[in-house]
């Protein structure tokens, strides 16, 4: 799958990692649900974090389709709001 972080590119990732990462997202979604600031940027790097370390760069020329797309580091609680489905930033 591809991942794109917003402002930063895109990585390439087995969806063999979508289980750990499903973890962090639900975490992120507690924290934003409960109003935790600070939880929700702790949550939110780890996430990122988690896909940089795990995904693979791809150029910056190329133009494959996005399979998810998360915010970038900065974004705030209410623009990660903006991008929530029913399952949260991460499907499944």
């Keep these: 799958m591809v991942v794109r972080i917003m402002g930063e590119g895109q990585v390439r990732l087995a969806d063999s990692h979508l289980t750990e990462l499903n973890k962090l997202d639900d975490e992120l979604l507690r924290e934003m649900e409960n ?30 389709p996005s399979d998810l797309i998360l915010p970038s580091p900065d974004a705030t609680l209410q623009q990660v709001r903006d991008l929530l489905s029913d399952d949260g930033l991460i499907p499944g």
């Design 35 to 64: 109003g935790d600031g600070p939880g929700f940027r702790r949550t939110l790097e780890a996430l990122l974090s988690k896909v940089r370390e795990l995904g693979t760069p791809l150029p910056d020329d190329s133009l494959q």
